[in-house]
Every structure is written in structure tokens, then in C-alpha cells.
């Protein structure tokens, strides 16, 4: 997300000014492995808004060659925000092949710092997924979704 979440108004500038103060780091780490290559994507939306995974304000796809390092920067600093990457790695050269493995994050930062992730790391712990209690609460605890 490239701008803070407006609602219900149009702001009369636009104009964002961010500093590193404001920002969180996010590590990303993805060692080869069986892997060549890697695509990666995230989403942001509020955590009222009612959506599908993968249809956040702001998606965007790269094509990575691994082994990876890199750093992200994410922004705005805000908990009603919530963040999705997900990231499908493959073993072939044609990002056509079919995708050997895909993975998801969700995750809230509402402060700034950094975060490692670390994916397709070996070995996977077997169970279910899990996220911060800060996902799945409502930006207006007023606020209730819309049924049916």
C-alpha cells in the first residue's frame, strides 16, 4: 500500500511524505534449494474490507532468480492494515512450467522494525497456518460484515 487508507473522503492532497521512521523492514530470504526461480506477490487491504486473498489494494508480481536476499519496505505503519505475500517457487526456466510449490504470509505492521522471512526453507513444519491475533481484528470493532 503506497498511501494511507482514505475513507469516506477524498483528502485535498495526495501528497505523501514517508521517512524511514515510518517504515518496517521486511528481509526476505529464499534459498534454492530444488528451486530456480520464484514469483512473488502482496496484497494490502483493511481488515473490514471484505475480499478474496489476492485482491488487496496493491498486488504486485516479480520474477526472481534464487537463491534471493532482499529487503521490502512496507508502509503505512498502521493495524487495520493487513499485508498478504505469497510467493510460488518453481524448478524449471519457462515461468510457464508449472509451479512446483506455493506459500502465504498474512501479517499487520503496526510499528516500525524489521521482520525475517525466510521461505521454502527445509524442513516444513507439518499443521496448520497461522497469523497474529492483529489479522483478524475488525479496523472498527463496530463494524460488522455484510451477511450472504
Do not use: C
Amino acid at each position: 500500500m503506497f498511501r494511507p487508507y482514505e475513507d469516506g473522503r477524498v483528502p485535498d492532497s495526495t501528497h505523501y511524505k514517508v521517512t524511514e521512521r515510518g517504515l518496517h523492514r521486511v528481509d526476505l530470504e529464499v534459498p534454492a534449494g530444488a528451486y530456480i526461480g520464484a514469483s512473488i506477490w502482496r496484497s494490502t487491504w483493511r481488515t473490514d474490507d471484505v475480499t478474496y486473498l489476492g485482491t488487496g489494494t496493491d498486488a504486485v508480481n516479480w520474477a526472481l532468480p534464487l537463491p534471493q536476499r532482499r529487503s521490502q519496505w512496507v508502509w503505512p505503519l498502521d493495524p487495520t492494515i493487513v499485508h498478504s505475500t505469497g510467493m510460488s517457487a518453481r524448478t524449471g526456466t519457462d515461468p510457464a512450467e508449472e509451479v512446483e510449490e506455493t506459500r502465504y504470509r498474512v501479517g499487520v505492521f503496526d510499528k516500525r522494525g524489521s521482520t525475517r522471512e525466510r521461505w521454502f526453507a527445509t524442513p516444513s513444519t507439518p499443521g496448520a497456518a497461522t497469523a497474529s491475533d492483529k489479522v483478524f481484528a475488525p479496523a472498527d470493532p463496530k463494524a460488522r460484515a455484510p451477511i450472504g
